[in-house]
């Protein structure tokens, strides 16, 4: 029987061709496949992936099946799979589950078939938390204990939904599972916000390795990814003309920084809103306008949700909006713009993941994948090249919980700053960078190793 869902298996050469390319893109995982590969240091470690099926992904899996991992895998979003990669995947051998525009139940669905290991998993690399959050509800639910939040409210009777049928289906399946967890490693800002908050309660049963706090992830990936990526996005979904615009970016954290800084080489005249009165300021001196929503909500053009935060843009807002302006979120969950609400007004849908949405003024808004993080529903993400460093970074991770997790009491770990340092060294000489040789003198002046790591652990790059 086969053991995948894909949309179309016939789209695995494709998808491998463009896999090729992208391992051209990808240093870093090129290296530690040369350094590793013959080792197998993740022998016996049998993964659960959650994180978007992408080509990048795929080099990504295959970079722990080369380092010895058995591997499944499923998207930890409905919208962001790309179906030629997943197939090339799937063809490859490992089990995948994964479609482009899935429903709800269909995702942990998918999610629950990637647990199935007949031995069962015993390592979770996941983004944004759904794959940990499976695991740790489920046991809660078959304790009969006290359930814990899930993050966006209309995903919570799907999810219990799912897990009253595992449960059904394998009584004990979620402790047995959560117990054999050694550890997990977690992609993203708001993934690790679960982490950190489960660990404060007492209810992280194992340690976890926060890959987003690695420099080299979330200073490149969250920031010059959205760089590229979300004008991409905006743009395959719209066609719209970019320069001269007016767009509202809300955050100006590491993923604001980046979508403000694309709409800006974009052409669009760019306006900021913050809570935080140190990136409102970071914002301005960077030459953006900072204001709030409510001040120019009927002027703009565009409008872009950055926070990882909830009801960020409501109806409210929505209603006050111009004539088809564009709306997005590039955060990691849908509840940053409050979707749910127009639930009840004139959708027509424009193209895939592209609804223009009628309010009740006779104003339309073109709302973008359905307030899923668009760069990746209505484009194919970040480049591979940004996504080598944080992914060089999750490797990392899980041959450190994998060799040595016995060896971390529960709790939420960033990776050292000397593995950090190391990310970044694979990925200079494709882009042609001549690093400086210190000398012995000069380190000891400034009280460094000559080797590294050259700042100390509080410094903020
Ligand atoms: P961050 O914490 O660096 O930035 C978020 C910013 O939003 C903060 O500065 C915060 O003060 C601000 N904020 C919070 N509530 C706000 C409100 N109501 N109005 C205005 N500003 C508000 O987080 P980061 O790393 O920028 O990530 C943001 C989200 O993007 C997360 O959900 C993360 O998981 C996701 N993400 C998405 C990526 C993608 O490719 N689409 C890539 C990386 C992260």
């Given amino acids: 029987m086969k053991d995948y869902v894909v949309k179309d298996i016939d789209l695995a050469a494709y998808g491998r061709r463009e896999l090729d390319i992208a391992e051209t893109e990808m240093p870093g995982l090129m290296a530690l496949r040369a350094e590793y590969g013959e080792a197998k240091p993740l022998k016996g470690a049998r993964i659960v992936g959650s994180l978007h099926m992408t080509i990048q992904t795929a080099v990504l899996i295959e970079t722990l099946v080369e380092l010895g991992a058995d591997v499944r895998w499923a998207s930890c979003n409905i919208f962001s799979t790309q179906d030629h990669a997943a197939a090339a995947i799937a063809a490859g051998g490992t089990p995948v589950f994964a479609v482009k525009g899935q ?56 999810i219990k939904a799912q897990i009253q049928k595992r449960m ?97 080489g974009a052409g669009a005249r760019v306006i900021v809103t913050e809570v935080d009165p140190i990136c409102a300021l970071q914002a ?29 843009i409501r109806i409210e807002h929505m209603r006050e909006m111009k004539d ?14 409050q979707v749910a609400s127009l639930k009840n007004h004139k959708w027509t849908n424009i193209k895939e993941q592209v609804d223009m949405i009628e309010m009740p003024s006779g104003n339309r808004i073109i709302l973008l994948s359905e307030g899923r993080l668009l760069n990746l529903g209505n484009a194919t993400g970040h480049p591979s090249f940004v996504m080598s460093a944080s992914f060089t970074n999750q490797v990392l991770a899980q041959m450190e919980l994998w060799q040595k997790g016995d ?30 040789q210190i ?6 002046y400034i009280g460094v190793p000559q080797d590294g790591p050259y700042k100390p652990e509080h410094y903020r790059y």
């Avoid at 139940?105 to 629950?112: A, F, G, P, T, V």
């Avoid at 490149?220 to 615009?245: H, P, Q, W």
């Fill in 324 to 337: 088809m302006a564009i709306v997005g979120n590039i955060g990691h969950f849908d509840n940053e713009i």
């Fill in 284 to 312: 301005a001196m960077d030459g953006f306008q900072v204001t709030t929503l409510e001040e120019v909500v009927a002027t703009a053009d565009i409008f872009v949700t950055t926070t990882g935060n909830k009801d960020v």
């Fill in 407 to 436: 060896a971390y009491q529960p709790g939420v770990y960033i990776l050292p700053k000397q593995l950090d340092e190391k990310v970044a060294r694979l990925h200079l000489d494709r882009i042609g960078v001549k690093l400086t």
């Fill in 103 to 158: 429903s709800l139940e269909e995702h942990w669905d998918y999610l629950d078939r990637s647990f199935m290991f007949p031995e069962g998993p015993n390592m979770i690399l996941d983004d944004g938390g759904d794959a940990t959050l499976y695991v740790l509800l489920g046991a809660r639910m078959e304790a009969g204990e006290d359930v814990l939040a899930v993050p966006t409210s209309e995903e919570e009777e799907v």
């Fill in 439 to 444: 000398s012995k003198e000069q380190a000891d």
């Fill in 168 to 264: 059904k289906e394998s009584p004990g399946w979620f402790a047995k599972t959560r117990d054999a967890i050694k550890g997990v490693s977690e992609e993203t800002t708001t993934g690790v916000h679960r982490l950190y908050d489960l660990h404060k309660k007492g209810l992280l049963p194992f340690p976890a390795i926060n890959v987003n706090d690695s420099v080299t992830k979330s200073k490149f990936d969250n920031k010059y990814g959205c760089k590229e990526s979300l004008v991409d996005g905006i743009r395959r979904a719209t066609d719209t003309m970019m320069a001269g615009k007016v767009a509202v970016v809300m955050g100006y954290g590491d993923v604001g920084k980046g979508s403000a800084a694309s709409l800006k």
